[in-house]
């Protein structure tokens, strides 16, 4: 099965990972744009309860900046989304998109933008423990 993110469950609770991805992505050159509660929307819009689940787009802008002037139409794929849930054994997991299987996959052009992209986000995870 392809992947389209890269992994990593960590030792931090829910809100201690999510406080603490701010500012490791800031350390990349990332700045968080927008978040989305998705247990907060899908229960104001649906009704139903979710696990707590929050996505944040987290922009480089001179690494968005570049693949743009490259290609305009892979603002489809921006920003780079990281994504914080609660497993259903409690534990915290933390996904990142993976832009050399999704951006580069599609483009081909953009790899060595992806694979920087890539090099920086695995930072992030990584320095979540």
Known sequence: M???????????GY????????????????GVLTQIDVKDTLKQKLGVDFRRYRILGACNPALAHRAL?????????LPC???VFER???RTE???VDPSATMAAALPSLAPIAAEVRERLARVLAGLE
């Open 69 to 77: 002037a490259s290609e305009p139409s892979v603002g489809v794929m």
């Open 88 to 90: 259903d054994d409690g």
């Open 15 to 30: 809100e201690e990972a999510l406080a603490k991805l701010p500012d490791l992505l800031k350390a990349e050159g990332f």
């Open 2 to 12: 392809a992947t389209f993110s890269m992994k990593k469950t960590v030792g931090l």
């Open 94 to 96: 933390v996904d990142a």
């Open 81 to 83: 989304n990281v994504v």
